[in-house]
């Protein structure tokens, strides 16, 4: 921690409100300005670990409040998860007040997320040099679809951009069409990757004294998930196609059928498909040279799911796992949202807080705890923040008088805006 962030957290109103640990990222201060789900992400990551981050939304509330909504109106499932551990602060960046009090904010603050190509940084003022002039050591995480460079760095993207442009589109499903990945795993691992990013950024910082612009994309976090088969692509190896549930690299590997529902098998490495075979009464396979190895078992992993599957099919989950765990081979259902929800796995792991979300409503599961630390356990959980719930005390630590408080927190245009 620099000398400044020191003095600032001494200053800022974080003592008053509450008290945080001093541990991890405790006093630093972060302005969250990211949308949907990477770069706020990255910013619930850094509260997690005990920065002080503050999200800044326009006084009628941002879009992303509402996304796959649970009936609570601004805490849509995808808000309350990213906005953990942080503090709203409802603020009208277009107005010249509103431009003013954010300056001064981020003159008291340690980093800057936004989730913007680099056009539009320029155009809202939140590019590298505009914010540098208000801090001279400022650091600024960026999240933008296409990256910094190319011809298009300023067109915007979502999720589906990086799966579609990266090749992980055409290798998912069965091959009729390109099929997209249930979850947005582009979106949180840019959001991690952002979050990796920041905290090099905070580090060198502390050597050296300076900050600097890092970030990360969707095109360029999905190009890395694909490379490998990239770069099989590139070197002529081959050229993969969609296998449906089937890994390529090795076999059987597979999403199976049984008599009540579905498990999921992985076989890996020769120890392992020698006791598979021998589970499955199949001794003959180990010395079929077309499963001579993990590859050529993945290349040939419709024989091998073949097999796999008619063992399953005359058994209970419960069996065939019982069975494959006896014979040290991983295997796991397939679970519905709701009996992921009940799954023993699940709940006994430690993944979820609590959240109450309404008088009668009982509560929700944030899953918040990826990243176990002795900060992040201190830190504990608190809820997504109401919309501009700590607005008053962070504009009062600021030098704002209660008029002026009121008025730059107002949903209704500034008088002075131009």
Partial sequence: MTGNAQSKQDASPQGAMEARPSLG??????????????????????????????????????????????????????????????????????SPGGRTAFERLVATSDAVIVNLPPAALLRARLDYDSLKACREDIILVT??????????????GFDGTGQALSGAMHLTGTG???????????DYAAGMSAAFAAMAALYERRLTGRGQHVGTSLLGTALTMTNPMLIEEAAGARSRRPLGNRSPIAGPSDLFATDDGWVMVQVIGDGMFRRWAKLMGRADLVEDPRFASDISRGEHGELLSAVMAEWCASRSSQRCLAELEAAKIPGCRALTPAQALAADENVTGGFFADEPVAVGRGSVPIASRVVRTAASTAVGHRPAPQLGEHSAALLCALGYAEADIARLTSAAPDKAKT
């Fill in 25 to 94: 990222l405790a006093g630093l201060r972060i302005l969250d300005l990211g949308r949907y789900i990477a770069a706020p992400l990255c910013a619930a990551m850094l509260a997690d670990q005990g920065a002080e981050v503050i999200r800044i939304e326009p006084p009628a509330g941002a879009p992303d409040r509402e996304v796959m909504p649970i009936g609570l109106a601004g805490r849509g499932a995808v808000y309350l998860q990213m906005n953990r551990n942080k503090k709203s602060l409802a603020l009208d960046l277009d």
């Fill in 143 to 156: 999240v933008s679809a296409y990256g910094p460079e190319g011809q298009s760095r300023d067109r915007i």
């Fill in 176 to 186: 009729e069409m390109p099929m997209r990945a249930a979850i947005s795993c582009v």
